[in-house]
């Protein structure tokens, strides 16, 4: 059974710090990994997607991963309230058609 | 289309009536998914497309669940019987290829609401 995990929060982090958001998953052959952001009541909405080993960065947001560790993880700078949301991390394997989510992790940011 | 576009945005509902959840996915993208999301829980998949046929309906709850697509575009999700439990936001989400997964683009979803 392939699976993601990550910490279900909630995760509360002030205004301005550096947000971390950890997902680990089971499945070695995995080879593509995406970064979602959820708010309350809206649909999932992609926001890094990270292929290859090291750091991905666009705008505040770093993704990060490390396949021989299985991990991938998103850092988001400068957090802003407006990040508050629900960051769902999915994963899946080369030909395979499906992503395999994980249950998300709710970033709260305080002002 | 720009974006995926899911019709209703809401449905009410009586148990034991019978509904139908469109979804047309973005202009070109072969893959089609379906989930539902119940309040404060995660991505439950229910059912993939690629073209018109359904390789993987393994997601499906039940078989009062039903889903087709028609010229590898639109695709409907229909419920028959309604009940209480199927109440949850069934999302819809589109991709460029299956083979190599560029991510989805979803739907805004529909809420469907079972009294």
């Known amino acids: 059974q392939k699976e993601v995990e990550q910490n279900s929060g909630p995760l509360s982090v002030p205004e301005g710090a550096i947000a971390s958001l950890n997902c680990t998953y089971s499945d070695r052959g995995s080879q593509s990994f995406f970064w979602y952001r959820q708010y309350s009541g809206k649909s999932p909405e992609l926001i890094m997607s990270i292929y290859s080993n090291g750091d991905k960065e666009d705008g505040r947001f770093t993704a990060q991963l490390n396949k021989a560790s299985q991990y991938v993880s998103l850092l988001i700078r400068d957090s802003q309230p407006s990040d508050s949301a629900t960051y769902l991390c999915a994963v899946n394997e080369y030909s395979n058609y499906q992503l395999i989510w994980g249950a998300g992790t709710k970033l709260i940011i305080k002002p | 289309g720009a974006g995926v576009s899911q019709s209703p945005s809401n449905k009410v509902t009586e148990k034991g009536k019978d509904v139908e959840l469109r979804c047309d996915p973005i202009s070109g993208h072969t893959a089609l998914y379906w989930y539902r999301q119940s309040l404060g829980q995660g991505l439950e998949f229910l059912i993939y497309f690629q073209g018109n046929s359904a390789p993987d309906k393994s997601g499906l709850p039940s078989d009062r669940f039903s889903a087709e697509r028609t010229g590898g575009s639109v695709s409907t999700l229909t419920i028959q019987r309604t009940q209480q439990e199927d109440s949850a936001v069934y999302l819809c989400?589109?991709?460029?290829?299956?083979?190599?997964?560029?991510?989805?683009?979803f739907g805004s979803g529909t809420r469907l609401t079972v009294v």
């Open positions: 989400a589109s991709s460029l290829s299956s083979v190599f997964n560029y991510g989805y683009t």
